[in-house]
């Protein structure tokens, strides 16, 4: 049995989504969509890239907790990806690793290209992949990997949703901790990036947005989860309590599920005691 008292968003009301929203991997885990500020792209599932090690030189948490680890950002041609968001990811990655300033030149439903801007536009390295029609997956068609600038700290792709997927999770952990200033030098000192205190403001904004969102859609779908438990558990008894805020929607109270399997064992136990 269990009863959890809390307060949160309204049940069953439509909220305005964000318009930069989370990829739906999050959704099946612990997040809804993004996307950057562009034409959605097919998607399905997002594979699990992140190195749980903190091998890579990247990693490391602040003050405890998870560390901000990211992928090693191998690339080759023929690297195939679940999605064109796995591929901007792996893109990101390597940005990070190498410092170099990668920017966005090719935008499509079913086609992405990132090209590096260093050298006064001269360098000659572009990584380009496409969602082609006989496969289900992202494979990179094109890639030449030849540098002919320095890292010189800027990269055009380290916008505001970049910054804000980064700093998503530590924000969760510590709001009060991860403020703009600790984001701006926290992208220096690891990844030796510039960003502005503006970026870190807004971004900080954004994964804040982000997570309200997980919440309301997660509070709105009590109902189903509730239905799902008493198809799967026949027997079973689920109850939602909610009650009505200033604006007139309910609003969740409590939950209290007590699963048919577990009555039948407390009262088997129960009575092998009063019987001993």
Not at 71 to 94: H, L, P, S, W
Not at 160 to 186: G, N, S, W
């Amino acid at each position: 049995m269990a009863l959890v008292p809390v307060v949160n968003p309204p049940i069953g009301v439509e909220f305005d989504e964000e318009g930069e929203d989370r990829d739906e991997f999050h959704i099946d885990k612990l997040a809804t969509d993004f996307t950057e500020t562009e034409e959605s792209i097919r998607h399905n599932v997002y594979p699990e890239s992140d190195d749980e090690s903190e091998g890579n030189g990247r990693g490391g948490a602040a003050r405890g907790g998870t560390p901000i680890v990211r992928g090693d950002g191998i690339m080759y041609k023929g690297q195939r990806f679940y999605n064109g968001i796995a591929f901007k990811e792996c893109v990101t990655d390597y940005a990070l690793a190498t410092g170099c300033n990668l920017k966005q030149y090719r935008y499509d439903r079913d086609r992405i290209g990132f090209r590096c801007v260093g050298a006064k536009g001269k360098c000659q390295w572009k990584v380009y992949a496409a969602s082609l029609h006989n496969e289900s997956m992202w494979r990179i068609t094109k890639y030449t990997n030849t540098h002919v600038c320095v890292p010189n700290g800027e990269c055009e792709m380290f916008k505001v949703p970049v910054i804000a997927r980064l700093f998503l999770d530590k924000i969760r952990e510590e709001p009060d901790y991860y403020m703009p200033l600790k984001m701006e030098q926290t992208i220096m000192e690891k990844w030796k990036i510039s960003a502005t205190r503006g970026q870190c403001q807004a971004a900080r904004r954004k994964a804040l947005a982000w997570i309200a969102s997980e919440y309301d859609t997660q509070f709105e779908r009590l109902r189903d989860y509730g239905a799902e438990i008493l198809e799967a558990n026949q027997g079973s008894v689920v109850e939602i309590d909610t009650v009505k805020n200033d604006a007139g929607h309910d609003v969740f109270k409590r939950f209290y599920v007590c699963f048919d399997v577990l009555r039948k064992t407390w009262k088997k136990n129960l009575q092998a005691t009063n019987w001993g």
